[in-house]
Structure formats: structure tokens, C-alpha cells
């Protein structure tokens, strides 16, 4: 799950484009979307999407839904203690020394090529799907063609939108593709953006599937890294790696909990 306050997945990075402003009208009911979808075709097809990815827009519904979340937010508003029971973080860590013990090598490997902590990487799985127990239930274009339309943050959802239109013209989505309320997508909810941008292709078989566990934990692996990640160095709050956790969420009890979790997962207490 992602939120108002993700900063580029879940927000993962604002992707920017230099003098891009989009043109079409955005609205705050759904009475204008149709026309909006008419007026932003063409802004994607100028920006590069094909006919896959104008078909996937041409398709597209206004996601109520996805309104009735991005407007009715709470947990990020709660001290930290009552953050963490919230979202499980008992659980979270438990389940989080069960995989690392189970699969030791792997996030031994992601460690060596990225030089992130086992632990980070696992707070984040658990935190934002349950370790891939549920990545959504909502079309991804939808959403994020909903929340480009919206005039509340369309700045920041534009270039979101024009990524997972080119997404599907590459096949790494379909016009199906579920994911979570805001568009994030795969095991740790990805932004169709820094599906582009950070994306990594773990398993070889030529294609970023942020569904597969082995490409979605590498590719976060790799954004933690070219966020700043300084392998050996301290993620607590005030230490180095800390950065690299608020660039993942601009919450701060989010980013505190996944430095408590992520330490208790490495050390094991």
C-alpha cells in the first residue's frame, strides 16, 4: 500500500520532465474524466506511447475507489507505537527472520551486489504487501489515469501515468494488471515510474516483473542503493542510510518503523 505521502512506490521518486506541463483539464468528480481521456491520449502519444498503451487509456475507468482512499488516510497521523501495531509489526518482524534463516544465500547476494541490509529490504516486503500476500485489487491504469486526472496531485501522478502506459506497450503491464489503490505494483509497490527507472531484472529472462519476488526485491534493493545507500553504514534515524529509508516514504512513523523492524530482523532479538 502507498499513500499520499510515498515519495517516489510505494511515492517511490517524483519523476520529472523537464518542461513538462500537462495540458489536459483536470477535474475532482468523474464527470470530466472521459474528456480528460481524450485530451491526455494525446499528450502520451506525443510523449512517446504507442497504440498498446492508448488502447490501455482509451480503456481505462474512473477509479472511485482509488479517490475514496488518496481522501481518507489516517494511519500515517499515529504516534509511532500505535503505527506499528497497526500494521503488524510483531508479525512483520517474526515472518521477516523465518525468510531470511530459510533463504540465507539470496539476501546474502543482494546484499553483496547492493549492499543493502537483509533486514530493510525485508521490513519493506512484509510492510507493504505481507511478503507478497496481497499486491492489490485494482486496475493499475485505472488508478493512476484516475489520480493524473484529479486535480489534487496531478503534478505528481502525470509522468506516473505516462510510465505505465509505455509499461504496457513494452508488455511489463497489461491493460489488466492489478495492483494497490494508487497504481503501485509488485511485492514492495512500485510506481509504474520507477518500474522504469529502478526496475531490475534479477531472474535473466529479459523482462522486469515486479510480481516475481526475485525481480521486486532486487529492484528495491537497487533503489535504496541509487538513493544514497552506503553499504555498511548505520540506518537508524540520524545515521547515513536513514536518507536512502525516506526516500522509500515520506512518512515519518513509516520510516521509523521499518528501522526498528529491519534491525530486530538482522539481529535477530
Not at 499486491?135 to 510510465?163: E, K, Q, W
Request: hydrophobic letters at 40%.
Amino acid at each position: 500500500m502507498i499513500s499520499v505521502f510515498k515519495a517516489g512506490t510505494l511515492a517511490i521518486a517524483l519523476i520529472t520532465m523537464p518542461g513538462f506541463a500537462s495540458a489536459a483539464q483536470c477535474g475532482d468528480t468523474a464527470a470530466g474524466y472521459e474528456t480528460w481521456k481524450s485530451q491526455f491520449a494525446r499528450e502520451a502519444q506525443a510523449a512517446g506511447v504507442g497504440q498498446r498503451g492508448l488502447q490501455a487509456l482509451a480503456n481505462s475507468r474512473y477509479a472511485q475507489a482509488t479517490i475514496n482512499a488518496d481522501r481518507n488516510q489516517t494511519s500515517f497521523s499515529y504516534s509511532l507505537e500505535k503505527f506499528m501495531e497497526v500494521r503488524g509489526a510483531e508479525t512483520i518482524v517474526a515472518q521477516g527472520r523465518q525468510r531470511l534463516n530459510a533463504n540465507p544465500a539470496f539476501y546474502a547476494a543482494l546484499e553483496r551486489q547492493y549492499g543493502v541490509s537483509p533486514g530493510v529490504i525485508l521490513a519493506i516486503h512484509g510492510m507493504e504487501t505481507g511478503f507478497g500476500r496481497f499486491m492489490g485489487d485494482s486496475n493499475v491504469v485505472s488508478s493512476i489515469a484516475t489520480l493524473a486526472y484529479d486535480c489534487r496531485r496531478s503534478g505528481f501522478f502525470t509522468p506516473h501515468a505516462l510510465a505505465a502506459l509505455k509499461l504496457v506497450d513494452r508488455g511489463a503491464l497489461s491493460a489488466d494488471t492489478q495492483g494497490a489503490r494508487h497504481g503501485e505494483v509488485g511485492h514492495t509497490q512500485f510506481l509504474p515510474g520507477n518500474v522504469l527507472r529502478y526496475g531490475v531484472d534479477a531472474d535473466g529472462n529479459g523482462r522486469v516483473d515486479l510480481t516475481n519476488v526475485t525481480d521486486a526485491l532486487a529492484s528495491t534493493a537497487n533503489f535504496l542503493r541509487q538513493k544514497g545507500w552506503r553499504p555498511g553504514a548505520g540506518y537508524q534515524q540520524g545515521q547515513p542510510n536513514f536518507r536512502a529509508i525516506e526516500a522509500w516514504n515520506a512518512a515519518s512513523v513509516y520510516q521509523q518503523a521499518i528501522a526498528r523492524m529491519a534491525a530486530r530482523i538482522d539481529g535477530g532479538s
